[in-house]
Every structure is written in C-alpha cells, then in structure tokens.
C-alpha cells in the first residue's frame, strides 16, 4: 500500500488593522508613519532587521492591491509600530498614502517576514542599498556591536534625502547623491571600496537594475558565497510593485 503524505501547511498570518497614530517628515523624501491600537496585540515581532510587512491598500475599482515595507522599529512598550516610507511623487499607492496619512486613517497588515540580521561573527559589515532600503539598514546599523566594522553606501538623488543613522564608530556612512539615475553607480561605488581582510557580511537592496549590477560585483569579481548575502531588489523603475512582483517569475525579474 502506498503511504501517502501530508504536508502542514503554516497557518496564513492574520491581516491585522493597524490605526496611524503620527506622521512624521523625515525628510521632503521619506515620511515616517507609526501604528497602533488594538491590532498590536496580536503582532508577532521577530528578531530580523530587515523584518518586512505587506500592507493593503484598497483602490477606487475596489481591488485590494498590497505593498511591501519594512518595520523600522517595534516599540514593545507603546505598542506601537513603525514604518518609513519614500515619498516618490503622485504614482503609486502605498507612497501618495503616506504622505497624506493622518492619525486615525486605517491600514491593513501582514507579517512581519525576514532575512536578515547582522552576524556577530562577521569581520567587517558592507550595507549597501537606496531610500527604500534605509529604514532596514539604519535598523541593521543600529543593532551591529559597538566594535563592528564596516561601511553603508546609500544612494540618493538629492542632498536634502540624506538621514542622520546611528551606527557604531567602525562603521562609515557614505551618502552617494546622484540626481540622474545609474543603475551602474551603486556598484561602481562599491568596486572602489578599499575592501577589508576578513568574511564580509553583505546586506544589499534597492532598485532592482542597481542590485543586478552590484550582484556582478559580489559574486563574479568578489567571489563571496551566497551565505554571506543578503541581495534583492525592493522595486523596480517604471514598475508597480504588482509587475516587479509578477517579474521575479521571468528572468528580468531575477537577482540570484
Ligand atoms: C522587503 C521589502 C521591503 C521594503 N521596504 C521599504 C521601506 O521600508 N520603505 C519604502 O519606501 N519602500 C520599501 N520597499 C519598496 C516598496 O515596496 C516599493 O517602492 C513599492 O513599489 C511602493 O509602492 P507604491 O504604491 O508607492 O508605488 P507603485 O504603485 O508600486 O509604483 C508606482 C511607480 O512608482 C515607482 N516607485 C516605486 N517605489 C519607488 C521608489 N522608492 N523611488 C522612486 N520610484 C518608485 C515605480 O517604479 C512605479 O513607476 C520595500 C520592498 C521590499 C520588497
């Protein structure tokens, strides 16, 4: 007689319905939003970086369309969450709703997932990433050791987008403004980083062209394995989420 197997498949997380509670201008660039209220309860924090949620926004058709962002910071004691997001103009949902988004406005959420966290082993740390992929460095910054050492590379495309992060003393914050596009910048930029001795551990995300381009440099001229990291793209130019999404199933859309 055949046996048969089952598979148990983990229960789906529950969409949980977060209220803003504040808004806050980081920069012209990139607003920080905090939830709470009930929802909070039933959160299930994890111990990533990195730590992402979907969120869904309702669009006027009345299709739910879902985006993902990263949860800055959990505050445990004021149970509340938060999340910064690129403020990059009219297009799009998540980032016009942002911007506009006041205390008492609702949003769906799911999650977190994660990926990433800093390895104490590491010898020297690269970060590497855009606007959308500062909140989960700056979150990586602030949990490496006092004695970390290392070097983050952001690009941005305007000196004004520019953060101050906390990061431990060993550890360079390189703000790379280029108001005109090059998806080759980034990783030129890390080509010409005077590179460590030691196991290097990478964390690298952002537009999607950039990532492909700093790939070649991790793997083909830096030969680093696969589990010392963490590469993927978090959008795509001229892209909505659901098309970058739908793209990770054909090769344009493939990092690693
Ligand atoms: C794991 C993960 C974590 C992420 N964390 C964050 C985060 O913490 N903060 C954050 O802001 N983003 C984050 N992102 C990226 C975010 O999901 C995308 O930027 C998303 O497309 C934004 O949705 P939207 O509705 O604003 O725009 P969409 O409707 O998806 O896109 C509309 C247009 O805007 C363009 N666009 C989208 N994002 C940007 C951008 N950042 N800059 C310039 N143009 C853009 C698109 O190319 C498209 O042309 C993350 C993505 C992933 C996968």
């Not at 879902?66 to 445990?76: A, F, L, Q, S």
């Not at 016009?96 to 999650?111: F, H, I, K, T």
């Not at 590497?128 to 970390?148: C, Q, Y």
């Amino acid at each position: 007689m055949a046996l048969s197997s089952r598979t148990t498949a983990r229960p789906p997380r529950p969409t949980l319905e977060f209220e803003v509670v504040a808004s806050e201008r980081l920069s012209a660039h990139l607003v920080r939003i905090t939830l709470g209220g009930d929802a909070f309860a039933q959160f299930e924090d994890r111990p990533e970086t990195d730590k992402y949620a979907k969120l869904k926004f309702a669009t006027p058709d009345g299709h739910p369309v879902t985006r993902t962002y990263t949860v800055r910071r959990v505050d445990h004691d004021a149970r509340t969450l938060q999340i910064d997001f690129v403020v990059h103009g009219d297009e799009g949902l998540a980032g016009p709703w942002a911007a506009a988004a006041q205390p008492g406005d609702r949003v769906s959420l799911m999650g977190p997932g994660g990926g990433y966290r800093p390895d104490p082993e590491a010898d020297w740390h690269l970060l590497a990433g855009d606007l959308s992929a500062v909140p989960a460095i700056a979150a990586a910054l602030e949990a490496l050791p006092a004695d970390a050492e290392g070097v983050a590379v952001i690009e941005i495309d305007a000196p004004d987008a520019e953060l101050p992060l906390t990061a431990p003393a060993g550890v360079a914050v390189l703000w790379l403004v280029e108001p005109e596009h090059d998806a080759e910048r980034l990783a030129s930029a890390l080509r010409t980083l005077p590179w460590r001795e030691g196991r290097v551990q990478v964390f690298a995300h952002g537009e999607r062209e950039s990532m492909k381009a700093i790939r070649r440099v991790l793997f083909d001229e830096r030969e680093l394995d696969r589990g010392q990291v963490s590469l993927s793209g978090y959008w795509a130019r001229g892209r909505t989420e659901d098309r970058f999404q739908a793209e990770k199933r054909e090769p344009i859309g493939q990092i690693l």
